[in-house]
């Protein structure tokens, strides 16, 4: 179906090649969260994962910082249509948490401070994918992006960056988190448009 | 889907309501959201999201646009669009920041920071349209007496039962006792259905506003899980 506007010029000039369908480039850092701000201290952040058996682990967040943080430099895509480019991010891998734990999940769900949840796919999770971050452009995290830490997930879109992130469970199923049992898409690709369920 | 624009209206001198005829589109609840793309005629598209203003489930429904300076799409919608053009739509979106009359008797308070009185505009409208008696109060921010939108119509609800305040941060209206200030504490306390009532709280408007006002708010007692925020930068 072909709809045209009449006189619409739009910005195709500046169209990069880096941006999936859909989504324009944003240079400040919009905010979106379905209620208040978590406000945790470090020193109160305590950080679990659980498997699929119900095994657990937990992490102190001197004990997050001693797994070795990395750098991240990547593009950031908001379901709402907003990109961001050239963003640097500090954080530790989910790798790392992950190394010694024996598990045959097929899927993940995220957890938060205020009780936020999201899911994603093993597939899209692990392997240099997602990242427990903790500083943006160099300077700590701030409460309502999310600080003191958040999921990084850049290749999904960003409500699968999960804020104040606290904890992850294995599953063996997949499960819809808190925006996907409200209509948004379980997986989240932006170069795919999945938006929406 | 396609929409076509119905109706247009002025609102304030940067902002213009539109209303689009959308027939396949499926009834909406107070409080969701639409995506618009626009396509030029060699193919280019341009995506936003717009949240509704009009009633739950109404037909046209309607958006207000604010145009941001150097904006991409907003400048089209606010000053270009005409009656008869069409676009595409997707939607309605979104079942978090929503009110439904269904919800029965416990009070709600909306807290609009600018441009974020529209959704909560929905709520108000749903309201009235459903000839619910749920007690509604509406603190509206607003930089001066220029940009308030749907004025008239907030008048008359205050004269039908919604308690309406309106706060400048700027410039008050000729005449006013008021003093230009952001909303703080003091007027949260002074204007809202008090935490002891348990309301809901809606809170929609640019992010320091609506930081501001939800820390505020749960420093004053009001239970996190009532509270809802949508709020959003520039939608250029």
């Known amino acids: 179906m072909a709809i045209f506007s009449p006189g619409f010029r739009g910005r195709r000039h500046e169209r990069n090649p ?7 480039e944003e240079h400040g850092f919009p905010v979106l969260t ?9 020193d109160d952040w305590k950080f679990t994962l659980t498997t699929e058996t119900g095994e657990s682990k937990s992490w102190s967040w001197d004990d997050m910082m001693a797994l070795g943080p990395e750098t991240i430099d990547t593009n950031i895509h908001c379901v709402t249509s907003w990109s961001k480019f050239g963003t640097t991010w500090r954080g530790v891998s989910v790798d790392k948490l992950l190394a010694d734990v024996d598990t045959k999940a097929g899927y993940v769900m995220a957890g938060s401070y205020g009780g936020y949840t999201t899911n994603l796919p093993m597939a899209d999770f692990t392997g240099g994918q997602a990242w427990v971050a903790f500083e943006f452009d160099g300077a700590p995290l ?21 804020k104040w992130v ?15 049992s409200l209509g948004y898409n379980m997986h989240g690709d932006p170069w795919l448009e999945e938006r929406y369920s | 889907m396609t929409a076509t624009v119905v109706s247009e209206r002025r609102e304030t001198a940067t902002a213009r309501t539109l209303r689009f005829s959308v027939p396949d589109i499926r009834p909406a609840v107070a409080g969701q959201r639409i995506d618009i793309r626009l396509s030029g005629d060699d193919g280019y598209t341009a995506q936003r999201s717009y949240s509704l203003s009009s009633a739950a489930g109404a037909d046209p429904i309607e958006i207000t646009v604010e145009r941001f300076k150097d904006g991409e799409v907003s400048p089209y919608l606010v000053d270009d669009i005409t009656v008869g053009d069409m676009l595409e739509v997707r939607g309605p979106i979104g079942g978090w920041l929503v009110w439904r009359p269904e919800e029965g008797a416990r009070p709600v308070q909306l807290i609009a920071g600018g441009s974020g009185v529209a959704p909560l505009m929905s709520m108000l409208r749903t309201r009235e349209a459903a000839g619910s008696t749920t007690p509604f109060r509406l603190l509206y921010g607003v930089t001066d007496p220029d940009r308030v939108y ?10 039908h039962g919604v308690t309406v305040d309106i706060r400048y941060s700027r410039r008050v209206p000729e005449g006013s006792a008021l003093t230009p200030r952001r909303i703080g504490r003091e007027d949260l306390e002074a ?31 009001y239970d996190e899980q009532r509270i809802r925020t949508e709020r959003f930068g520039p939608t250029s």
């Open chain 1, 34 to 42: 379905a209620g208040p701000t978590q406000r945790v201290r470090t």
């Open chain 1, 166 to 180: 606290n904890s992850l469970t294995l599953m063996t199923h997949d499960q819809a988190g808190f925006w996907e």
């Open chain 2, 150 to 159: 749907y004025s008239d119509e907030l008048a008359h609800l205050a004269e």
């Open chain 1, 142 to 162: 701030a409460a309502e992006h999310g600080g003191p830490a958040r999921l990084l997930v850049p290749h999904l879109y960003f409500w699968k960056s999960a």
């Open chain 1, 18 to 24: 880096d941006l999936p369908p859909g989504q324009y």
């Open chain 2, 191 to 221: 204007l809202t259905v008090p935490a002891s009532e348990q309301p809901w709280v809606f809170v929609c408007g640019p992010t320091g506003f609506v930081e501001a006002v939800s820390d505020a708010l749960l420093a004053m007692g």
